[in-house]
């Protein structure tokens, strides 16, 4: 069973910044791709950082390149969402994902950029 837990979200600024986190059980994230999703009021879900578990090679959607990151720490089977540049746009519940995403969902953390 995965299990996962986000933190770390909560209410900036714009132009402030955030780190997102993801306790991960049940699934080596060392190993595994994983993801972060983020779903903002009545829009669907949507995708915006992974990172592969071989090579931890790492992709965002086009609307956060440059200023989100995504990264990883084995030792404590975490993953992050380093969010810098903040914009009011960014406001969303973000949740992180286990390849096949889509099988697994933390209770996600709120996001809100105040402009």
């Known amino acids: 069973q995965v299990q996962l837990v986000e933190s770390g979200g909560g209410l900036v600024p714009a132009g402030d910044s955030l780190r997102l986190s993801c306790v991960v059980s049940?699934?080596?994230?060392?190993?595994?791709?994983m993801g972060w999703f983020r779903q903002a009021s009545e829009k669907e879900r949507e995708l915006v950082a992974q990172?592969?578990?071989?090579?931890?090679?790492?992709s965002y959607t086009e609307s956060v390149k440059g200023r989100f990151t995504i990264s990883r720490d084995t030792a404590k089977n975490t993953v992050y969402l380093q969010i810098d540049s903040a914009k009011p746009e960014d406001t969303a519940v973000y949740y992180c994902?286990?390849?096949?995403?889509?099988?697994?969902w933390g209770k996600g953390t709120q996001v809100t950029v105040s402009s």
């Open positions: 994902a286990a390849a096949p995403f889509g099988t697994y």
């Open positions: 049940g699934r080596n994230v060392g190993a595994s791709t």
């Open positions: 990172i592969s578990g071989i090579g931890g090679i790492t």
